[in-house]
């Protein structure tokens, strides 16, 4: 028995406590090949996966090193099993791999037929093989390389992809960085995706992803595609291209609704990408237009299907994930794994609040009870109207009001789901309302009052989850959402995370209605920050009204 | 004194001799024979001597193959020249366990040796009659040679299309008498051919040594480090086991035994496969802290409240030390060819289970210093104990039981640990206690209600939060997570929301976070809010002045009337007797029904159950026809046969008179003598029908528990069954 940080457990969770002398050197020495799970305030829970384990062997580490490493900072023996388990599971990657090849193009090269015997059987493998060449080596079509890796990986023979990336199109990208300096943390993210070859980095909200992304395309110095959500998160990744990187406005196109542009550096959002025409995806060619040397994609977590399809079959360009959850509640990690690449950086949310990068924030779920009525109403309600009923519910504007009049002053953003709700909300408080069907401009204006200080408070709906970069906003509350999603909660919360000018810190209030489908919901929305070490305290309503806060 | 029956080398012996023929051969003093006699015949009955054979290491059996094939009596030099010099030290061997003796001309096999050897004793024909020249064997044309090639390490027999006319090789090798034919389709190849062409040797490969283990060297430190934690991981799979069915109790099959869906079940709940969690089943099982109840359902007994205040150590000693001797193989349990074998139940028993996991566990002591690779450890097994029933199984067996051996941390990566070794030698195993990890009395408590005790924790608290939290996550540590559901559990084993709080505040390292405290609270102040309860029939009036007046009244105590609203009364008797009891008391009750309907009219039941008439005694019916000719048949067929057989009862009870009557050794030390000395005698010999009649045979040989004779009578050879031989007697 050695005292060291970590715990090994059987059911293969690392546990690591992080009050422990060692902790910081554990957790860089696991890093590589576990998944962080759960970061709160003591032990943090990590998680050996299959994924993970291939992640480190495609970073070049073998199964020795990680059984070392288990060994080396476990404080109790590690239980056999597992180790057999890693290096079994190690063992299994590289087995297969794809290889660039003079005659055939692509080709996959086994070093153990059997293997090869079993795949090429496989149903969902075998339309996707050319020519067999010899024993161990079969001829893929170059378009098939994403799908195959896809397919393998689903088998549990995930291959080592040999094949190497284009250069794509060489174009001037240098990182300008005269009143700024790039963080520590985000020059670490964009040289683990650079060696990687492709993968995704995961950062918090408001940690500065857009930074990953131009010191990314500095290293690439090619044109660049850019994926992102929505039209004024593309504004936003433009100005921070033209302020970051010595790009200037005519090297960057914006390819949205709005604007067709294609430049050495496009902007396109994922809904323009997936626009039906006559059923055919119109503007998915933008992938084929440009020989592109580098694809990022934004709010990866949010990559919709066809735009997966679609990158199974530019398997041979540098592709970056950003994100700041990887939780999918479709459970398509294993996609992003497999056609974006593997996980190349992650970091603990409260470990870059410690650095200062970004703001702290105390998280509030404050319970209102129904009236009696509501409550009657809601027990007759039917169960798919039910979740509307109570997230609507009257209490909670009550609250609202309490809370914007206590946080007079500040800037303020309150976040909604459904519309009527919102309309009300704005109409009682006297602010304006930022939606779905509000015109980009005016979208932009309001923004811009916003940051300037001009208006202090906002009613948004879910139009304003992703990709807005609103400073100083330093409250946010949140009256109802998309179920139970963990990570639009994240998100949410990433909108008051911008470290402010006066290092205060930020709040966010959940208000959630006591004893319904309402409170079960804001429970798993919850589970990922909570995971995150944000502890939410619990507030009743009355508490608020009362100004206890 | 003339010395050539085993009976009289055995009497010869000297008692150091017989001790140790006692030791190799325990059953030969279980029970103890009466005599000499008897104990040669039990030495040489063939069940005895299986056994001893399967004693025997390769080599010493490769030895007594060779002793087999030859002509009795030989010499020690006629042994080592068709095996090994080495075979000079193994005979003594053989001597000591009563596989070989010697008497005044040579040595020899006890009877029945050969027998039990097999019909081609290491893949040679039988001895031919034919005076042969071997040396005409070198010249043999190539036809024949080819012939010869394929029979020569055995099968010795080979089939050919037609003997009246086969090809020129065996045709060359008939006549000169290298073959000799069997029957229409089989020629077989004489032993003297056979060894000839082995090169004067009985064996192909000579195995003198046993082939060496190989195997790959591991970092002590390791290997203890890791055997301590499968010694924590299988008390804890047990722990885990036995808690489960102490909460869901997993239902015996019909044949006895735990099904595969319940064993998939405690499989998934511990997180282990399958073969793994019978095998931990199995071993709870052993050590009888879990037992078949009554009523088929499968619980831990009073022995597991006992164990789980025990030491580890002591814990650990209790499930490892009846499996060191068990004959059940818990590694047969979901084998695709025996699908139906399951856990606790029946069909696990094998044979030399027991022995081949000893001989395992001593190689694996010898071995201490590596990890053995599986091929070459079970070759080594195989050498020391070559297994003629099942070897199949046998390999099985190592396998398993090295698998076994690390699941309890004999082993740790394979290699014997110190834990092990200790327990194999009989030593104190307090070391285990010293090694374990110290148990923790505390947690810590995280933001996302969910509490890690860093260690194995300490009974008690563990048994509470047991309670008021799900474990998440097991192993060197656990992870409780804690829910509005968790809580309601803690409450409803009668625990207090400040209680729990109070709980927690004591154990925990770190403050409780809010949320929890919150949550605590919050659930303690709804439970019990909604409740549910057991009763018989209700009283109810929308007048409550009328209730009150009811539950006041002294002769209504009888009723033991509660009042569970204004409006409501409950009572445990059947609403008919409370209805006669108020109307008794002067009130005018109405039965009401489930559903709230009012009971009018006169009370008319029906009963729940379908009508079953008794059934109808009367005159029997008249038979038919073919009924009637069919019992008179029947009765003729069973006269007739019964008046046969008290004829030959009585043609029986003559002949038994005539005879001497022995008992069974004496009938088999007779016979025996008399095969030796090729002289005729008389026996008694009951047929099928019990009907004993007597025979004048010459005996030849006892096999398989038959004697083959040739019988004067019908001067036909003859199988007798020696337990039907009534007696013997000498001419």
């Not at chain 1, 949205?256 to 994922?270: C, D, H, L, N, W």
């Not at chain 2, 004194?1 to 059953?27: I, K, N, P, W």
């Not at chain 2, 040579?106 to 020249?133: C, D």
């Not at chain 2, 625990?495 to 927690?504: A, N, W, Y």
Request: hydrophobic letters at 40%; aromatic letters at 6%; glycine letters at 6%.
């Amino acid at each position: 028995m050695t005292d060291g940080p970590l715990i090994v457990q059987s059911d293969k969770t690392l546990l690591l406590d992080i009050d422990h002398a060692m902790s910081t050197e554990c957790r860089r020495a696991i890093a590589p090949f576990a998944e962080l799970e759960r970061s709160p305030e003591h032990i943090h829970t990590y998680r050996l996966t299959n994924l993970g384990l291939w992640n480190a062997r495609a970073a070049g580490h073998d199964a020795e090193m990680v059984i070392d490493t288990l060994i080396k900072y476990s404080r109790y023996a590690v239980p056999h099993s597992i180790l057999v388990d890693v290096a079994e599971t190690m063992s299994r990657y590289g087995r297969l791999r794809l290889e660039a090849d003079p005659i055939h193009g692509l080709i996959l090269v086994t070093t153990d037929t059997a293997v090869l015997e079993e795949v090429i059987r496989a149903k969902k493998i075998a339309p996707l093989l050319g020519v067999r060449i010899d024993n161990e080596t079969i001829a893929v079509h170059p378009s098939q390389r994403g799908q195959i890796k896809q397919s393998l990986l689903r088998l549990g023979w995930p291959a080592e992809d040999f094949a190497g990336y284009v250069d794509g199109q060489a174009h001037e990208i240098a990182l300008k960085q005269t009143d700024w300096k790039i963080r520590p943390y985000q020059e670490l993210a964009a040289e683990g995706f650079w060696h990687g070859g492709s993968g995704v980095v995961v950062l918090p909200c408001g940690a500065g992803k857009t930074i990953v992304g131009a010191a990314a395309m500095a290293h690439a110095k090619a044109t660049t595609l850019i994926l992102v959500t929505n039209t004024v998160a593309a504004r936003q990744w433009r100005e921070e291209l033209l302020k970051r990187t010595t790009l200037n406005e005519d090297e960057i196109g914006e390819y949205s609704g709005a604007k067709k542009e294609i430049r050495p550096v496009t902007i396109a959002t994922y809904q323009v990408m997936t626009k039906k025409k006559d059923g055919v995806y119109a503007h998915l060619d933008l992938f084929d237009t440009h020989d592109w040397g580098l694809i990022i994609y934004d709010e990866v977590h949010l990559l919709p299907a066809p735009i997966f399809r679609f990158t199974a079959d530019i398997q041979s360009r540098r592709r970056l994930g950003l994100t700041a959850t990887l939780v999918r509640e479709d459970g398509m990690e294993g996609e992003v794994f497999s056609l974006i690449g593997p996980k190349r950086f992650d970091v603990p949310w409260k470990e870059i609040e410690s650095q200062g990068y970004i703001a702290p924030a105390q998280c509030v779920e404050v319970r209102v009870n129904l009236s009696e009525t509501e409550r009657l109403s809601y027990a007759t309600a039917e169960p798919e109207e039910r979740y509307r009923f109570c997230a609507t519910t009257r209490t909670k504007r009550n609250v609202v009001e309490s809370l914007v009049a206590h946080h007079a002053g500040e800037q303020i953003l309150v976040i909604g789901q459904y519309i009527d709700q919102l309309d009300e909300l704005s109409e009682v408080l006297g602010v304006p309302l930022i939606k779905g069907e509000t015109p980009v401009k005016e979208r932009e204006v309001l923004f811009n009052k916003f940051r300037s200080g001009e208006i202090s408070c906002l009613v948004v709906s879910k139009v304003a989850n992703f990709s807005i970069d609103l400073p100083d906003a330093t409250i946010a509350i949140q009256v109802s959402g998309a179920f139970g999603s963990r990570q639009e909660e994240a998100q949410r919360l990433g909108r008051i995370l911008r470290p402010k000018s006066d290092g205060r810190s930020a709040t966010f209030y959940s208000v959630v209605s006591r004893d319904t489908i309402d409170q079960d919901f804001a429970q798993n929305r919850q589970r990922f920050l909570a995971e995150q070490g944000y502890a939410y305290k619990i507030i009743d309503a009355d508490d608020v009204f009362q100004g206890k806060l | 004194m003339q010395m050539r029956s085993f009976t009289d080398y055995l009497r010869s012996v000297d008692d150091a001799a017989l001790l140790e023929l006692f030791t190799h051969r325990a059953d030969l003093i279980s029970p103890v024979p009466s005599d000499m006699a008897s104990l040669a015949v039990r030495a040489c009955s063939a069940p005895s001597l299986a056994r001893a054979i399967d004693g025997l290491n390769q080599w010493q059996f490769q030895v007594l193959e060779a002793c087999a094939v030859i002509n009795e009596p030989f010499s020690e030099k006629q042994i080592v020249a068709i095996t090994e010099k080495a075979a000079v030290d193994v005979l003594p061997e053989l001597i000591v366990r009563g596989l070989l003796y010697p008497s005044d001309d040579g040595m020899r096999l006890p009877n029945s040796v050969r027998e039990v050897l097999g019909n081609e004793i290491a893949g040679l024909g039988p001895a031919t009659m034919a005076k042969l020249n071997l040396k005409k064997l070198d010249e043999a044309p190539d036809s024949a040679k080819k012939v010869l090639e394929r029979l020569i390490w055995g099968p010795p027999r080979g089939s050919v299309g037609d003997i009246k006319n086969p090809g020129p090789g065996v045709t060359w090798l008939l006549e000169e008498n290298f073959m000799v034919p069997l029957d229409q389709r089989t020629v077989i190849l004489p032993r003297e051919v056979g060894i000839y062409l082995r090169g004067g040797k009985v064996h192909k490969e000579r195995e003198v040594t046993p082939p060496e283990i190989k195997g790959s060297k591991r970092d002590d430190r390791n290997v203890q480090l890791a055997a301590i934690a499968n010694v924590a991981t299988v008390l804890r799979w047990a722990d885990e086991i036995l808690e489960y069915w102490a909460q869901e109790p997993a239902d015996a099959l019909r044949a006895g035994g735990l099904g595969v869906r319940d064993l998939k079940i405690i499989a998934t709940h511990m997180g282990i496969d399958e073969n793994c969690a019978a095998f931990i089943a199995e071993l709870v099982y052993l050590a009888g802290l879990v037992t078949i109840d009554a009523d088929d359902k499968i619980l831990p007994t009073n022995n597991f409240d006992i164990w789980l205040t025990q030491k580890p150590s002591v814990r650990w000693q209790a499930i490892a030390a009846p499996w060191l001797i068990t004959s059940r193989v818990s590694g047969l349990v979901g084998r695709a060819e025996s699908k139906n074998t399951a856990a606790l139940g029946p069909e696990l028993d094998r044979v030399n289970a027991a022995s081949t996991r000893a001989l395992v566990l001593k190689l694996l002591a010898e071995n201490k210093k590596i990890a053995p690779e599986l091929e070459s450890f079970t070759k080594h097994v195989k050498w020391c104990s070559p297994s003629k029933r099942n070897p199949g199984l046998q390999e099985e067996m190592v396998q398993w039981t090295l698998r076994e051996a690390e699941w309890l941390g004999i082993t740790g990566q394979g290699v014997i640990s110190k834990y092990g070794q200790e327990f194999l030698s009989g030593e104190d195993l307090d070391i285990i206690d010293a090694d374990l990890p110290q148990p923790v009395d505390h947690i810590l408590i995280q933001s996302d209600n969910t509490a890690i005790a860093p260690g194995p924790l300490v009974h008690d608290v563990a048994a509470v939060l047991a309670i008021i939290g799900d474990i998440e996550s097991r192993g060197g540590a656990t992870v409780y997570r804690f829910t509005d559901a968790t809580i309601r559990r803690g409450l409803d084993h009668g625990k207090t929301g400040d209680e729990i709080i109070d709980f927690l505040r004591k154990t925990s390292k770190t403050p409780i976070p809010q949320p929890l405290e919150y949550l605590i609270s919050d659930v303690a102040k709804k439970h019990g809010r909604l409740r549910v309860g057991n009763t018989s029939s209700f009283i109810r009036c929308e007048d409550p002045a009328l209730i009150t007046q009811i539950i006041s009244d002294k002769r209504l105590d009888i009723l033991s009337l509660r009042r569970i609203a204004p409006e409501v009364m409950i009572c445990d008797m059947d609403a008919h007797d409370v209805m006669n009891v108020l109307r008794n008391a002067g009130y005018l009750p109405a039965a009401e029904s489930n559903n709230g309907l009012l009971l009018t009219g006169p009370r008319s039941s029906r009963a729940q159950s379908k009508p079953r008439p008794p059934r109808i005694i009367g005159e029997l019916e008249v038979p038919t026809d073919a009924a009637l000719s069919a019992a008179i048949r029947t009765i003729r067929v069973g006269e007739k046969s019964s008046h046969k057989q008290s004829t030959l009862r009585n043609i029986a009870n003559n002949a038994l008179g005539a005879l001497p009557r022995t008992t069974a050794n004496e009938t088999l030390d007779v016979l025996l003598k008399y095969i030796q000395e090729q002289r005729s005698l008389s026996i008694g010999y009951a047929d099928n029908n019990g009907a004993v009649s007597h025979r004048i045979i010459d005996p030849l040989k006892i096999s398989a528990g038959s004697l083959i004779a040739r019988d004067h009578g019908t001067g036909e050879m003859q199988t007798f069954r020696i337990p039907r031989i009534t007696g013997v007697a000498p001419l």
